[in-house]
């Protein structure tokens, strides 16, 4: 669990980036509608949680350096009887100034009194545009009304500037509280896996696997998923995203399974791709083999000082070469890379960061230079290779099989941690644990 302390430290430490005589404005999340009068379950915007933990809709928050009067301040819903009956409790200002320990709160009803008062005269505005239209043409709106009135003795607002980045920055690096919640995310991931492994049998539905694995999420304390499970039976592992999971499992195909749960904001992503009948063919375990020695050149990257893309430039190398021995590509190994030929069957990257968001914040270069890892960030990595049921330029026994090993790793001080070592990958004990 993330301390008030912490919450408070991350606004002050975002406060010291930004320039002299600014104001930064955070909204959370609006509700999305699902259907007539039915809502999605409500997610909090990642950076709002980040700086409050706090959970309910139709809040903004103020973050205003050196302001004598407090720098932290909250608009919310007041508390309504009524409305709690139907819909939850709510929070409320004075209970919110307490609880996340804030300088100040208001009801979110007198924002248009309140919020044009506090941007006069600050000469740059932190805010992250494009996330709700709503929202941006209402700042917008307050921004106007102070420009444009003629009565004002003070400054006009001037520049507005992307506050994502300088989120992002603080993002990237865990600390010791976050690594926790992670590692928790991360074993409670691995189980469900195992689940699966264990109740997977020829003729079930991709949807009952799902269904397996997110109930092992949920009675394990998490909140759910931390994306659209994906369990794709045979050729629909081929297809990256594939969320339709709804055909049967075939004996003598693979299934291909990438899920990981969100505990207390955080995210896991395992991928773990395994025979349905509980036993890899030759075709089968000569791919596999190849993505798995590719995921373990990946890792063996990841340390400190080392820039991002060498993982990536590993899983290439490893993955190329298998390919040739296997009679998949033909030619020198060197040129087949030049020429970029193992996209046609592994067409994405091998990494991206994690945390809060499955796909996390942060830069993967600065100033045009791939970053260079530092202990306290955390990553993925998920080489794969991809044989689609029609591709017509390999031998028959190729055809359908897709194959994608994934495991988060947490950058330490010594090296690097896998967090999600608790799931098998290797292909006997994979096979044992399905026995």
Not at 6 to 30: C, F, Q
Not at 44 to 71: D, H, K, W
Not at 144 to 169: F, G, M, R, Y
Not at 289 to 299: C, E, R
């Amino acid at each position: 669990m993330i301390s008030k302390k912490e919450y408070a430290g991350r606004r002050k430490d975002l406060m010291s980036m930004m320039a002299d005589n600014s104001i930064a404005v955070i909204a959370a999340a609006p509700e999305k509608v699902r259907s007539k009068d039915t809502l999605y379950p409500y997610k909090q915007s990642t950076n709002f949680s980040y700086l409050s933990g706090f959970s309910e809709p139709c809040a903004v928050m103020l973050l205003i350096p050196n302001r004598q009067q407090g720098e932290c301040v909250l608009f919310c819903r007041d508390k309504d009887p009524l409305r709690e009956t139907w819909d939850g409790l709510r929070l409320g200002p004075i209970e919110a100034k307490r609880a996340l320990a804030l300088d100040d709160a208001f009801p979110i009803d007198d924002i248009d009194d309140i919020l044009p008062g506090l941007l006069e005269g600050k000469s740059h505005i932190y805010y992250s545009a494009g996330k709700d239209k709503a929202f941006d043409k209402q700042l917008i709106q307050w921004v106007d009304e102070v420009t444009l009135d003629k009565e004002s003795d003070s400054e006009p607002c001037c520049e507005q500037v992307d506050l994502d980045h300088l989120l992002a920055e603080l993002r990237l690096i865990k600390s010791a509280a976050e690594i926790k919640l992670m590692r928790k995310a991360a074993d409670i991931s691995a189980e469900a896996h195992c689940r699966a492994m264990r109740f997977c049998q020829p003729g079930q539905y991709e949807y009952q696997l799902q269904a397996e694995i997110e109930h092992q999420f949920m009675t394990s304390g998490a909140t759910g998923p931390a994306y659209t499970s994906i369990v794709g039976g045979g050729k629909n592992a081929c297809i990256l995203h594939y969320i339709e999971n709804q055909s049967a499992l075939k004996s003598g195909d693979l299934v291909l399974i990438d899920a990981g749960c969100e505990y207390q904001n955080y995210a896991a992503d395992i991928t773990r791709t395994f025979p349905i009948n509980g036993k890899f063919s030759t075709a089968q375990a000569a791919i596999y083999d190849v993505v798995l020695a590719a995921q373990k050149a990946a890792i063996n990257c990841i340390s400190p000082g080392v820039t991002y893309d060498q993982a990536n430039k590993a899983t290439i190398e490893v993955i190329t070469q298998g390919l040739v021995e296997l009679g998949i590509l033909t030619g020198d190994v060197d040129q087949l890379i030049a020429e970029g030929a193992y996209r046609e069957f592994y067409m994405h990257s091998v990494s991206h960061w994690l945390g809060m968001d499955v796909h996390d914040v942060g830069d993967y270069k600065i100033n045009n230079q791939w970053r260079v890892y530092e202990a306290g960030m955390l990553l993925t990595i998920e080489p794969g290779i991809y044989i689609a049921a029609d591709n017509q330029n390999v031998d028959k026994k190729w055809r359908g099989i897709a194959v994608r090993i994934e495991d988060d790793i947490l950058v330490t001080k010594a090296g690097r941690e896998v967090l999600t070592d608790g799931v098998p990958k290797q292909r006997d004990q994979i096979e044992s644990l399905m026995a």
